[in-house]
């Protein structure tokens, strides 16, 4: 599986943006794609996740109510949609695929996008 993240960009807080990842390679109903971010300076972390199969939706506490993740099977693409957006929220928002089920930790990932930069100024 490959992954092609693309969205980020430059935001005012309070603003939006829409991150989006394309798979490529097969996507089962057991897979779970999710976004992990890092904030400069600071470790990866969990931000959201998706059920292929399912749909359930799962969120760090921070970003609750704020940020939506969502999929387009047809696409085999996953969205983040991230409003009300805080200066807490620049990292680099990572793409990621867990073919086996969910996990809140990167090291069960194993297929990572490359990576893009949201930055939400003050």
């Known amino acids: 599986v490959q992954l092609q993240a693309s969205g980020g960009g430059l935001v005012q807080a309070g603003g939006s943006l829409r991150l989006s990842c394309a798979a490529s390679?097969?996507?089962?109903?057991?897979?779970?794609m999710a976004w992990f971010r890092q904030p400069p300076g600071k470790e990866r972390e969990f931000a959201a996740a998706?059920?292929?199969?399912?749909?359930?939706?799962y969120y760090r506490d921070s970003v609750k109510g704020r940020f939506t993740i969502s999929k387009d099977s047809a696409k085999n693409t996953v969205y983040l949609q991230m409003d009300s957006l805080k200066p807490e929220d620049t990292a680099i928002y990572y793409c990621?695929?867990?073919?086996?089920?969910?996990?809140?930790?990167?090291?069960?990932?194993?297929?990572w996008g490359q990576g893009t930069l949201v930055t939400v100024s003050s």
């Open positions: 390679g097969r996507i089962y109903s057991s897979t779970v």
């Open positions: 990621a695929v867990e073919r086996n089920g969910l996990s809140y930790r990167e090291v069960d990932y194993d297929y």
């Open positions: 998706i059920r292929w199969g399912s749909g359930n939706r």
